[in-house]
């Protein structure tokens, strides 16, 4: 599968930490903003200062959870692939899985299992949704011109709506 075919392992882990880091900074900095906004003092200057104040006290954090997730993904999928030899939907799930789990390890046995769950169903979503519209848009290309040359192969007349074949 093209999707699949990506930089190197050592190399994935420490792009895939960088760009979690890097929507995790910016997805926090317009929610903390937003936040900072509505929770600070009556006045524009207030609310201004407390938005920027919350963006730079939280962002950073917001962003460092997303980069040990994304880093920890990434290992995890990396050591898959060298596990099972082969790069498939399946990796990614069981990585989601895996990560879920460790990042709750701290809090017990059951938040672990709740949280491969939700962590193996999210990326079993994202991986269905991505094998979706790659066959779509497979099958958008696939015949340009579904009728052809052959005019026997033009549909009924009933459900041309409207169009003019020649």
């Not at 392992?9 to 979690?20: F, H, K, N, S, T």
């Not at 993904?73 to 939907?89: A, M, N, Q, W, Y």
């Not at 938040?111 to 962590?119: F, K, R």
């Amino acid at each position: 599968m093209e999707e699949y075919a990506r930089e190197p392992c050592p190399w994935r882990i420490v792009d895939d930490c960088g760009g979690a880091f890097t929507m995790g900074v910016i997805g926090g900095g317009v929610f903390q903003s937003i936040k900072g906004f509505r929770n600070a003092p009556v006045g524009v200057r207030h609310r201004l200062r407390g938005s920027v104040n919350a963006v730079r006290i939280r962002a950073p954090q917001i962003g460092g959870s997303f980069a040990v997730w994304g880093g920890l993904f990434s290992t995890i999928d990396c050591g898959l692939v060298k596990l099972r030899g082969k790069e498939d939907p399946w990796n990614s799930i069981s990585s989601g899985a895996l990560t879920g789990a460790i990042l709750a390890a701290r809090s017990g046995p059951l938040a672990m299992v709740g949280s491969a769950m939700m962590g193996g169903v999210l990326l079993a979503l994202i991986e269905g949704v991505g094998i979706l519209l790659t066959r779509y848009t497979a099958q958008q290309f696939h015949n340009p011109n579904p009728f052809g040359d052959d005019p026997n192969q033009l549909p009924p007349k009933d459900q041309q709506q409207g169009y003019q074949y020649q």
